[in-house]
């Protein structure tokens, strides 16, 4: 299930470091996304809360996402970047995780690993000094 919120993103250009020369001192590439993720209207409640849970870290005080990108020379390229960024995170963390099956070990399975011990061991027995 994957929720394209890219209507509700926020976006701010900044100059970023890196190499570009002058374009770097010049142009504004880095771009900064940004989602209130309360105000978002796409998601339930119980979404939000799994949201806010998963990305504790990445949400600020005011519980907003922000996701930087300065990666290439160009603002669109950075932009595209940064959107599909915050989108497989926010998609990432709604993904309600599988719980595993328990399963039980073969007894063949358990009958060759002792089988496999018993001959590593007079293997290992057979090249002991007897002379002793």
């Known amino acids: 299930m994957i929720i394209d919120f890219s209507a509700e993103l926020c976006y701010q250009t900044a100059r970023s470091g890196g190499k570009g020369g002058q374009n770097v001192n010049k142009v504004e590439t880095m771009v900064e996304v940004r989602w209130a993720v309360a105000a978002s ?56 995780p599988t719980k595993r099956k328990v399963t039980k070990i073969p007894k063949a399975l358990i009958e060759k690993r002792l089988e496999n011990k018993k001959l590593n061991s007079e293997k290992k027995a057979n090249r002991r000094n007897d002379f002793e």
């Open 41 to 96: 209207a796409l998601f339930d409640a119980e979404l939000k809360d799994r949201i806010r849970l998963r990305l504790a870290k990445q949400i600020n005080k005011e519980g907003i996402l922000l996701v930087k990108c300065s990666e290439t020379r160009s603002q669109l390229e950075n932009k595209a970047i940064a959107t599909s960024k915050i989108i497989a995170l926010v998609n990432k963390a709604i993904k309600v």
